[in-house]
């Protein structure tokens, strides 16, 4: 078995088998005659066609996990890694000028700092959305990420950015 393959268990198999010889069954049917939930049938046929499995019992076996993503290397990172970087050093400089400025400098070190602080979580949220639109091999969630950089503001920045790095390139080329 290759390492594109991936071992089904004997009820995908059922499942796929069922499927593959009376395509007309709902999959209330083919839970029936295999002995499974119609969940997990769902589940079974919304991974793979019952084409896709081989006579040892392998299926293709993406290594993001979704089947219908894109390579790495196809998904373009646009501009939001490099904004949430200039958004994270924007809310420091603000932070920066409310601790060291007088008091109209930190006026608007106040201002820098709350509204790099909101944009933080919405600039997220549209890399978020640009990689699930793409089909890219990480998707962050698109709820989670952003509410965590607007409790934790830079931290959470900084923490989904290492999560996405981990998981996939910034695609920033120098």
Request: aromatic share 6%; net charge negative; proline share 6%.
């Amino acid at each position: 078995m290759s390492a594109e393959r991936k071992k089904l268990t004997p009820t995908q198999q059922a499942i796929l088998h069922k499927a593959s010889e009376n395509p007309d069954w709902s999959n209330t049917k083919i839970a029936d005659s295999v002995g499974c939930s119609s969940s997990h049938v769902s589940r079974t046929l919304n991974k793979w066609e019952p084409e896709e499995m081989d006579d040892d019992g392998t299926v293709p076996d993406p290594s993001s996990g979704y089947t219908d993503s894109i390579p790495e290397d196809e998904v373009d990172s646009g501009i939001y890694p490099v904004a949430i970087l200039a958004v994270s050093l924007g809310w420091i400089l603000g932070v920066g000028m409310m601790v060291a400025g007088t008091d109209s400098i930190f006026l608007l070190g106040m201002f820098v700092a709350f509204g790099t602080w909101l944009a933080l979580p919405v600039v997220i949220a549209l890399d978020a959305i640009s990689l699930h639109n793409q089909k890219a091999p990480f998707r962050p969630n698109r709820i989670v990420w952003p509410a965590v950089s607007l409790v934790l503001g830079v931290i959470g920045g900084v923490g989904y950015l290492a999560t996405r790095v981990s998981n996939l390139s910034l695609g920033i080329s120098s």
